[in-house]
């Protein structure tokens, strides 16, 4: 795991191009998840640009592409117990 994905300015970035590649993921088990557990299910999409969470998070990838690739590939995701909700943060805007 890269030490390097963190919180950053990506995920507050209110950016068009930098929201299109913003996820956004919904009932996450903070208690429950480390940083570490984070980044395992979303890095194998893209490279992350920063992510940030507590209850729901925000994913910021490099590649519009990424974005959906991890909305197809954890469509229906549960994590210990919690199923996961997406969108890509251009949608909510």
């Known amino acids: 795991m ?8 990506f995920t507050n970035s209110t950016n068009p191009q930098d929201l299109e590649r913003r996820l956004f993921v919904g009932n996450l088990p903070t208690d429950h998840m480390t ?5 395992e299910i979303f890095s194998k999409y893209g490279k992350i640009r920063g992510y940030m969470y507590h209850g729901y ?9 990424d974005v959906q690739a991890a909305l197809d ?3 229906g995701r549960l994590y210990k117990g ?3 909700g997406k969108e890509n943060c251009s949608a909510l805007s």
């Open 2 to 9: 890269s030490n390097s994905i963190k919180q950053s300015d």
């Open 57 to 65: 998070g925000f994913v910021q990838y490099d590649r519009l592409e």
């Open 35 to 39: 940083r570490e557990e984070m980044e």
């Open 82 to 84: 919690y199923r996961l």
């Open 73 to 75: 590939g954890e469509k």
